[in-house]
């Protein structure tokens, strides 16, 4: 499976700024996708993440209330919303694919992973 996450670019601060992540195909190795993102000199960080179900959803608490995830089955996209941006979400985003499990929350449990989209936030 391979995944293109696209939608970045340089917008200010309280705009905001769709992501997308296309996968080649839906696959039990990637019924959890994720987003995650890395801001310079520090570690990756989750930011959401839901199945292609309707199973389970979770946003991560500092971005909750301004992001939302959601899913287009039918193109097997899934969408990071961003809303009320702030320079301090300035990062690269990246989505990536595991199977359902234990700790979804957690950069290392995701084996498939696609390319970052930068997201700088102009104050």
């Known amino acids: 499976v391979q995944l293109q996450a696209s939608g970045g670019g340089l917008v200010q601060a309280g705009d905001s700024l769709r992501l997308s992540c296309a996968a080649s195909?839906?696959?039990?190795?990637?019924?959890?996708m994720g987003w995650f993102r890395q801001a310079p000199g520090k570690e990756r960080e989750f930011v959401a993440a839901r199945t292609w179900s309707d199973g389970w959803i979770f946003v991560a608490d500092f971005v909750r209330g301004r992001f939302t995830i959601s899913r287009d089955n039918a193109k097997n996209i899934v969408f990071l919303h961003m809303n009320s941006l702030s320079p301090e979400d300035t990062a690269v985003y990246y989505c990536?694919?595991?199977?359902?499990?234990?700790?979804?929350?957690?950069?290392?449990?995701?084996?498939?992973w696609g390319r970052g989209t930068q997201v700088t936030v102009s104050s």
């Open positions: 195909e839906r696959s039990a190795s990637v019924e959890v």
């Open positions: 990536a694919g595991r199977p359902v499990g234990p700790d979804s929350t957690s950069v290392a449990t995701y084996k498939t």
